[in-house]
C-alpha cells in the first residue's frame, strides 16, 4: 500500500501539472476508441503494451478474457460492450489473451476446482466451449504445449460468443464494427494478432490496410487507425526519415508458418497451435 501511495504522490506532482488540459476536457466525458478485453492477470497492462493514453481504451478485465455468451449471465461484461458500442460508438473490439494463463490452466483441470473454487469453477464454465473444442481436438497433446492450443482457441471462442449479442451482430452486419484476436507473450513482450485468412498469430502490424500504412509512416496514424492496433511502427523507418513510398510498405503477411510464435516452441508445435482453428473454420 505504501507503494501505492507513494506513486500517486508522484502522479500528482510530476503527470497532473503537465496535462491539466487533458485531465479537464476528459472530466466532461469519455470518448475511447477501442474496447480492449483482457485478463485480469497482474502481468498484463492494456495501456502499456500499446502505449495507448488516457482515455483511449475501454477496459473489461477478467479471469481468462471471457465473455459469455449473449443472455448466459447477469454479469457486468455483457453490460460493459453494449454501453461500450451504443453509448461510446466503439467501432473496435480486442479481445487480448496471454501466455501462461492461469485461468485456462483451470480451465484444463475444472474437476479440481469445483471443490477448492466454486466461484471460480463457475466462471470458468463459460468457456466450456474451449475446453470441449480443446479436449475433442487436441487429446493427443498436454502440459505447456496443451496450455498454449487452449490460451489461442480461448480468444476466438470469446469472439464467437461476442458475436451472440444483438448490437454486436448489428454493427458487424452494417460493417461499423471490427474485431480483433490478441495473444501478449509475457516472457517477450510481443502481441501477434489472429488472421483468418492464413489460420495463424502475426504480428499486428502486417495486417493494417495499404491505406492505414500509409497513415502510419506517414504521422497521420491518428485520423487511420487506433492506437492500440498501431503498437509497432512499420520496421525500417528511423525517426525524421522520409517516409517509403506505398511499394515499399509490407503488405499483410500471407506465411506457410506463423510468424513471431512463442520463442519456446519449435516451428512444428507453433504451426500446429496456432494453426488450430483452421480445421474448423
Known sequence: MKKLIQGHQQFRQSYVPTHLDQ????????????????????????????QADIGDLFVIRNAGNIIPPYGAANGGEGAAVEYA????????????????????????????????????????????ATRR??????????????????????VLTQIENLKTYPIVHSRLYQRKLEIFAWI?????????????????????QSQLSLREMRGLVSGGHEKTISPAIACELVPGTPPNQKPRSPESIPQPVKAEVPIGAAPWLTPEQADRIYRGSAGRR
Open 23 to 50: 485531465l479537464e476536457e476528459l472530466s466532461q466525458g469519455q470518448k475511447p476508441r477501442v474496447l480492449f478485453i483482457t485478463c485480469s492477470d497482474s502481468r498484463i497492462d492494456p495501456n502499456l503494451i500499446t
Open 85 to 128: 458500442i451504443n453509448a461510446l460508438d466503439i467501432r473496435q473490439i480486442i479481445v487480448c489473451g496471454h501466455s501462461r494463463c492461469g485461468a485456462m490452466k483451470g480451465l484444463l483441470q475444472l474437476g479440481k476446482l469445483e471443490e477448492e473454487m466454486p466461484l471460480v469453477y463457475s466462471w470458468l464454465k463459460h468457456s466450456e
Open 133 to 154: 473444442l480443446v479436449k475433442e481436438n487436441y487429446s493427443q497433446y498436454s502440459g505447456a504445449e496443451l496450455l498454449e492450443i487452449t490460451i489461442a482457441e480461448n
Open 184 to 204: 501478449y507473450h509475457l516472457e517477450t513482450g510481443e502481441v501477434l494478432a489472429f488472421d483468418p485468412e492464413t489460420h495463424s498469430y502475426v504480428p499486428p
